[in-house]
């Protein structure tokens, strides 16, 4: 675990400069607990807001989750976007609560769409490296160099995790001090959907871009645990369903 205990350090480090670490989206997550309740602890959700204790399910594309909160119940599956949160403790291996606030599936984009979309008259200006994984960076042939995009294909292995195929985008460049408001959006494929989170810096702080590797990871991770599709006729008695 040395590898992701250095990229958590330099992410939270980053953004804690600061804050106080209760107060920061990089806090550490709590220890793993499979029989913690599915919408307790530390989750950006008030209790007139969730499903909570045990959650809900929902449809979103052709896979189900469990969820604490909904955004769009007036979309049907195959338009929904969710913002996916719970109880962090239910994740193993996870790091930090920073994907608990900020991540949202998106069930009418595939992963071949929206990587078209958003790259489309993008052009390879060379390679990136971070936090040992080598990123292409791609800049748009008619504006130029200003805030590229980042593209992650494969690569070596995080303490035994794959880290998914995912790119960036920041709203400010990587490698300088950035203002309070600097952001990274990174997005990455869950299946036949995709998901996207947005990671952010605090104060003068550079934005943790070391990080984002292993918040890709735990992303999918997070994903995986809340989808019980394979338990969706067991748990279907015992939740209630959102439309």
């Known amino acids: 675990m040395e590898l992701t205990k250095r990229l958590l ?70 338009r929904k ?27 009418h984009v595939s992963w071949k769409d929206r990587r078209e979309f958003f790259l489309k008259n993008h052009v390879e200006t060379g390679i990136e490296n971070i936090s040992g994984m080598q990123y292409k960076v791609l800049i748009h042939e008619w504006i130029g160099q200003a805030n590229p995009f980042y593209l992650f294909d494969s690569g070596p292995k995080i303490d035994g995790y794959e880290v998914p195929p995912h790119f960036f985008k920041c709203n400010e460049p990587i490698v300088q001090l950035t203002p309070s408001n600097a952001n990274c959006t990174i997005y990455l494929p869950y299946r036949q959907i995709t998901a996207h989170l947005t990671v952010t810096a605090k104060s003068i702080a550079e934005i943790p871009v070391d990080g984002i590797p292993l918040i890709a990871i735990e992303a999918e991770r997070m994903i995986e645990t809340a989808d019980i599709t394979d338990e969706y006729e067991m748990l279907s008695k015992e939740l209630p369903f959102i439309e």
């Open 81 to 107: 976007v969710m913002h996916l949160t719970y109880n962090p403790a239910l994740v193993k291996d996870l790091s930090t609560t920073k994907v608990m606030g900020a991540l949202f599936l998106v069930s």
């Open 9 to 78: 350090a330099f992410a939270m480090v980053s953004v804690l400069a600061a804050a106080e670490a209760d107060a920061s989206p990089y806090r550490p997550a709590p220890p793993y607990d499979p029989g913690a309740k599915w919408c307790e602890g530390d989750i950006p959700v008030t209790r007139e807001q969730s499903y909570g204790p045990d959650g809900a399910i929902t449809q979103v594309g052709p896979y189900y989750f469990r969820i604490c909160r909904w955004g769009s119940g007036d979309k049907p599956p195959s």
